[in-house]
């Protein structure tokens, strides 16, 4: 797109940032964004919301449940990472950038639940939610969560160790 780089530069005198894009994905990341917004949350079955959100390029693992109506952020697709046995309710919401911000990793390791309505933000590092985590509805967490914990609250904090619970 060296054209419109050069209209930029000669008109405004400063580049915006797409006009570094390709064609193709100038043409493509409208698309890709309306699937994931407007067609994929609103399907009716879980696995044909997991194989499509694999499609557009989510690391999703086996045996995931992704409720309807959840956004998962797709300016970077491949740093959204879910691994296997993950439950994630209904409504919600992934975000892996942010405002001057670069994009950062969501994880989220195996045997975890996330609850209704729960908001998940990267930061600036990036966050990971450990193995066998609850995280209860309408949690925003924004710091990593370690293994075998409940997180609850806005901003979400541990409130119990799921290990010194057992017998």
């Known amino acids: 797109m060296k054209l419109l780089e050069l209209y930029y530069k000669k008109t405004r005198g400063r580049v915006p940032y797409y006009s570094k894009y390709s064609l193709r994905l100038i043409i493509t990341k409208p698309i890709r964004k309306w699937i994931n917004v407007v067609l994929i949350p609103n399907i009716p079955f879980s696995k044909m919301r997991v194989f499509l959100y694999r499609l557009i390029g989510f690391q999703i693992g086996r045996n995931v449940f992704i409720g309807m109506k959840c956004y ?5 697709p491949k740093m959204t ?11 919600c919401k992934f975000s892996v950038h942010g405002r001057k911000q670069s994009h950062t990793p969501i ?16 930061g600036k590092n990036g966050i990971t939610i450990g193995e066998r985590c609850i995280i209860g509805a309408g949690s925003v967490v924004v710091t990593d969560i370690p293994s075998d914990s409940v997180a609850v609250g806005v901003p979400a904090k541990v409130i119990k160790t799921l290990k010194d619970s057992c017998p």
């Open 72 to 76: 998962m952020d797709n300016m970077d």
């Open 81 to 91: 990472v879910i691994e296997d046995n993950v439950t994630i309710s209904y409504c």
């Open 107 to 122: 994880r989220i390791k195996r045997d975890s639940y996330i609850g209704l309505n729960s908001t998940i933000i990267s």
